[in-house]
């Protein structure tokens, strides 16, 4: 069964500096998603993105964080200028259909320090 | 509120039904979700209902829905030991072309034997 698959699973970096998360969603998927998930808590809503440009974001989504999907097969989520509080667990997930099921990655789990 | 609603824990035995409840908030969700998240791991979609449906059954799992109440249940028969993980419930916000999922706190399941 087709899946998504999310690169690296886990990603330790220094604050201030810059990451990119890697999702690879499923092939003849067309809307694609970032949430992100702090230890203990509920799965928050990033970003929606389908033709190539951002559907919609939250209030988490501010200025340090981007997407992009580089060619046709990957779909990234950078962070300028890491901070503490962005620790959490990445999930990529991507649809068929605008308001069908998203079939989510295994994460990548980002470790500020 | 704003909030889906779930309650934190439940505890059942090997062989027995679980039912795992839920409080969405949009009346307007086209479709509602219920995703299972074991340890460590990512979102694996379990199943998923269509708001003019009041139940779906697959294999194990039945799905209720009720639209006037905005509540939602899983049950899970002849529940198992490998059902033990965390349960989100999920709806779908927005009209937009690419729809963000909104997730409820989670159930954890315990199954003991």
């Known amino acids: 069964e087709p899946e998504v698959t999310q690169t690296p699973s886990h990603q330790v970096t220094q604050m201030g500096q810059e990451v990119i998360l890697r999702c690879v969603p499923i092939?003849?998927?067309?809307?694609f998603y970032w949430y992100r998930q702090i230890l203990g808590q509920k799965v928050e809503f990033l970003v929606s993105f389908y033709n190539n440009e951002i559907s919609e974001k939250s209030e988490i989504f501010d200025d340090q964080f981007s997407v992009e999907r580089p060619d046709g097969s990957n779909f990234t989520l950078k962070i300028r200028s890491t901070k503490l509080e962005d620790s959490a667990m990445y999930f990529c997930?991507?649809?068929?259909?605008?308001?069908?099921?998203?079939?989510f990655g295994d994460g990548t789990r980002l470790s500020i320090l | 509120g704003e909030d889906v609603e779930q309650s934190l824990f439940l505890s059942v035995r090997e062989g027995d039904s679980s039912v795992i409840n839920c409080t969405y908030t949009?009346?307007?969700?086209?479709?509602l979700y219920w995703y299972k998240q074991e340890p460590g791991a990512g979102l694996q979609l379990l199943t998923y209902?269509?708001?003019?449906?009041d139940m779906k059954q697959d294999q194990r799992l039945t799905v209720l829905l009720n639209k006037k109440d905005k509540h939602l249940s899983l049950r899970i028969a002849d529940t198992q030991t490998g059902d033990s993980a965390i349960y989100f419930c999920a709806e779908i916000r927005g009209g937009g072309t690419a729809s963000k999922l909104t997730f409820g706190t989670g159930t954890r399941l315990q199954v003991t034997l």
């Open positions: 949009d009346s307007s969700s086209t479709y």
């Open positions: 092939s003849n998927h067309l809307y």
């Open positions: 997930a991507s649809s068929g259909e605008g308001q069908g099921p998203q079939h």
């Open positions: 209902i269509f708001s003019n449906m």
